[in-house]
């Protein structure tokens, strides 16, 4: 079956610690993205990409980094600069055509807490 | 004002009630409208994927858009507790780099058996 799988589901971080967070598709999209989610809130725009090696950042993107070296995979790195890493992350992926815009699809989230 | 503004719940109806859920939004060059359904611990899952204005019906879910005035809804026809979850709208222009999504901030409900 087709979808994104995104691991760990849970994951715990130490003071000073960088921590990965892994999401790969097999939908065949071309972007892929990256969501905070927090207790109240919308989701809330980490970075995007729309290609292999190029990514943009989101909203809240200060903390974070990633890569997109293949289509099917955009993990995403929480680092030690991000003080309040506590939430939800979820990957999404979209297709990109011509015309009209084409849904998100996500994964099943990864829940970050700190130690 | 945000750009998109949902009603916050928490809703509880009784199973086989008919449940509205709307959200409001300010910006027009939103062309592309969704609703999603989140379950505790898990990612949103795409129930409706609308374009213009009107309804589109999906067995139970009829969606609803009404673009002059800026507010979508989401019709659950015949409730069941197994539709007990967070209801998430998002909608999505085009930006300088691909699609804009914006998402409404969800409303929880709870369908009592």
Redo the contacts between chains.
């Keep these: 079956d087709g979808g ?1 799988t ?1 691991s760990p589901k849970y994951l715990f971080r130490k003071e000073g610690q960088n921590v990965t967070l892994s999401c790969e598709q097999n939908l065949n999209h071309d ?1 892929m ?1 990256w969501y905070r989610q927090d207790p ?4 809330r ?1 980490i970075y ?1 990409s ?1 290609i292999v090696n190029d990514f ?1 950042k989101g909203d809240i993107a200060e903390g974070y980094s990633v890569s997109r070296e293949k289509k099917e995979s955009f993990p995403l790195t929480v680092t030690s600069a991000q003080k309040n890493p506590t939430a939800f992350y ?1 990957c999404a992926s ?1 297709k ?1 055509r011509d015309r ?10 990864t ?1 970050l807490s700190i130690l | 004002q945000k750009e998109v503004e949902q009603d916050p719940g928490p809703l509880s109806v009784p199973e086989g009630a008919i449940v509205s859920l709307n959200c409001t939004y300010s910006n027009s060059a939103f062309q592309y409208f969704m609703w999603y359904r989140q379950y505790s611990r898990k990612g949103p899952e795409l129930l409706m994927y609308t374009y213009s204005s009107g309804n589109k019906e999906d067995g139970r879910f009829t969606a609803q858009v009404d673009k002059s005035s800026k507010y979508i809804s989401l019709f659950i026809r015949d409730s069941q507790p197994s539709d007990s979850a967070t209801y998430l709208c998002a909608m999505s222009a085009r930006g300088n780099y691909g699609q804009n999504f914006v998402f409404g901030p969800g409303t929880r409900l709870s369908v009592l058996p």
């Excluded at chain 1, 109240?40 to 989701?43: A, M, T």
């Excluded at chain 1, 815009?101 to 989230?109: I, L, T, V």
């Design positions: 994104i995104q972007a993205y109240g809130q919308g989701l725009l995007y729309q943009q979820l979209s990109i009209g815009d084409q849904p998100q699809h996500f994964g099943d989230g829940r």
